[in-house]
């Protein structure tokens, strides 16, 4: 809404609207957090809080449905992940060599194109004019440790320039105290400002700080137009966001890089805001992968309902079986590092180190065994039911990788593939889908992937099927919209995912065989409904979760 004043600055031609109401506008995210607690406005789905076991966290301000996207946030900064190889600073492509150079300061670009005095690069250009030292890069063809500067400088460069959105940046924590030892790479970042650049008016104490901010809050949000290179993005709001193994909401980037937080699962008026901060590979991991995985690379010991549970929801994701009774499961009999793990059944207990001994033996088969041999998977599959509860997340992640073999490796295409192959690959989604609503339930990651796994091979399946009269006309009909269904939500989920990405493209895909699918059997325009979430943006809102 060009010619909106901001509420709470006033400064004019602010066209960041309220998504809730449309009521207000802002000139940005920082002004939006400002706004949160106002009672002018009392839309708005959050409120940012304070608790001494966290610090900052949102909280939901009214019910909120799944579905629902409860802020789209402005990131402070954008910028090459850790130790690329040389790349453009407006595009993010690889340079192949010395190309073309800024003409303002001097640092290799792609082409005249991306000399762009509004684009990405202006930060750190504006500060390299100031002592304009030479950046002559010797190798195109290995990492640049220069570039491990850029998404530092590009979040200092605010402190003069934006220092309200500084400011917001400026508080999240950076984890410091928790680093055991002096990193090369930040030692190399700031010799860079400071002996390179002469940068001097950002301390060697606010270097750090912000270097510790980006590795404790930073998100990857995408890749090059060559997916070669991975791109980082800093967020004031999303990055207060705490993380919970069962979390309500997801992230994602859009095609401005401005990060989306949508509900997986409807949230209550006074219930925490989470997200997960695992790849959704490991939302089935179990607390013994997830306690020493968060505390490494995020620094906390994680308290949330799921972790408190040694049962997980009731799925037994973390139970190893029993050796003295062959019946029971052995738990941990409390949350200390290194308590002993105790059988439910005959309270036989055992060890912490025996435990740990046999997870990090039966990992390293897993790892051992190709990934591409089906085979050799179901072999290790069947060694790995002796030892841990069926759904222990290490049979189900055997599972999940035989899953993504069946219809995608060479000689198990899905048109050629006997039924009891297409079987095993819909049992073993099935198994991941029982998981998936205790764990992660409702619109999330989790559930797009195996939904899209489990779509095309019900499809197969149920068509074989029919030709071979194995089933009536009612239960074809019946299969394909569960077959739909599936694609439906891969779609509602991973359709409004940024362009280009492996989520969106997935979605995209899904959509044609949704297309295929419903012109063959179902004939209700599904190919429209997957269009106003791929084409408008229009999101399905979800009061309860049934599917």
């Given amino acids: 809404m060009g010619g909106d004043v901001c509420v709470v600055c006033s400064q004019p031609d602010s066209c960041f609207t309220c998504k809730t109401c449309f009521s207000v506008s802002y000139c940005s995210t920082t002004c939006q957090v400002k706004d949160s607690n106002n009672e002018h406005h009392q839309c708005l789905p959050y409120t940012i809080l304070h608790e001494d076991r966290c610090g900052r966290l949102l909280m939901a301000s009214r019910d909120i449905s799944a579905g629902e996207v409860l802020f789209n946030d402005i990131p402070g900064a954008v910028g090459p992940d850790n130790n690329p190889k040389p790349v453009c600073l407006t595009c993010y492509k690889r340079l192949p060599g010395l190309v073309y150079r800024c003409r303002h300061c001097s640092w290799p670009l792609c082409s005249p194109f991306c000399q762009r005095d509004d684009g990405p690069h202006a930060r750190e250009c504006q500060l390299f004019q100031i002592h304009s030292p030479r950046f002559n890069i010797e190798d195109y063809t290995k990492?640049?440790?220069?570039?491990?500067?850029?998404?530092?400088?590009?979040?200092?460069?605010?402190?003069?320039?934006?220092?309200?959105?500084?400011?917001?940046?400026?508080?999240?924590?950076?984890?410091?105290?928790?680093?055991?030892?002096?990193?090369?790479?930040?030692?190399g970042v700031i010799d860079f400002i400071h002996n390179h650049c002469k940068l001097t008016q950002f301390t060697e104490k606010e270097i750090r700080h912000v270097m510790g901010v980006i590795d404790t809050n930073a998100y990857i949000i995408g890749e090059n137009p060559n997916k070669d290179v991975d791109l980082q993005g800093l967020f004031p709001i999303t990055s207060i966001l705490n993380h919970s193994c069962t979390s309500n909401t997801i992230c994602y980037a859009q095609d401005d890089f401005t990060f989306a937080c949508r509900a997986v699962v409807p949230i209550k008026k006074g219930e925490e805001i989470t997200t997960n901060y695992l790849h959704y590979h490991y939302h089935f991991f179990g607390l013994s992968y997830r306690r020493p995985e968060l505390s490494e690379y995020w620094h906390f010991n994680c308290n949330c309902t799921r972790c408190k549970d040694y049962t997980e929801g009731g799925t037994m994701s973390d139970a190893v079986v029993c050796t003295e009774c062959q019946e029971g499961r052995l738990m941990p009999l409390n949350m200390s590092r290194g308590a002993e793990w105790v059988c439910g059944t005959c309270y036989a207990s055992q060890d912490y180190e025996k435990v740990k001994h046999a997870l990090n033996y039966y990992w390293d088969l897993i790892e051992e065994t190709a990934k591409y041999d089906?085979?050799?998977?179901?072999?290790?599959?069947?060694?790995?039911?002796?030892?841990?509860?069926?759904?222990?997340?290490y049979p189900l992640e055997v599972k999940r990788r035989i899953i993504e073999n069946i219809g995608e490796t060479k000689g198990y295409e899905y048109e050629d593939l006997a039924e009891a192959w297409l079987e095993k690959k819909v049992n073993f989604c099935r198994d991941h889908l029982r998981i998936q609503s205790k764990l992660a339930p409702g619109l999330s990651e989790y559930r797009a992937y195996i939904s899209n796994h489990i779509a095309e091979p019900l499809y197969w399946l149920a068509k074989k099927r029919y030709l071979e009269k194995k089933c009536s006309s009612k239960d074809l009909r019946k299969t394909m919209e569960e077959v739909a269904q599936h694609l439906l939500l891969v779609v509602q989920i991973w359709g409004p995912y940024r362009k280009r990405s492996t989520e969106r493209l997935t979605a995209e895909k899904a959509k044609e065989l949704l297309e295929m699918v419903d012109d063959k059997y179902l004939h209700n325009n599904?190919?429209?409904r997957a269009d106003e979430v791929l084409i408008n943006n229009n999101l399905k809102l979800y009061r309860s979760i049934h599917f």
């Fill in 143 to 187: 990492s640049c440790a220069w570039y491990n500067a850029i998404m530092v400088l590009r979040i200092c460069w605010l402190k003069d320039n934006k220092p309200e959105t500084w400011k917001l940046l400026d508080m999240l924590m950076d984890h410091l105290e928790d680093q055991k030892e002096e990193s090369k790479r930040k030692n």
């Fill in 374 to 393: 089906i085979k050799a998977l179901l072999e290790l599959l069947s060694k790995l039911h002796r030892v841990f509860d069926e759904n222990h997340y």
């Fill in 526 to 528: 599904l190919g429209d």
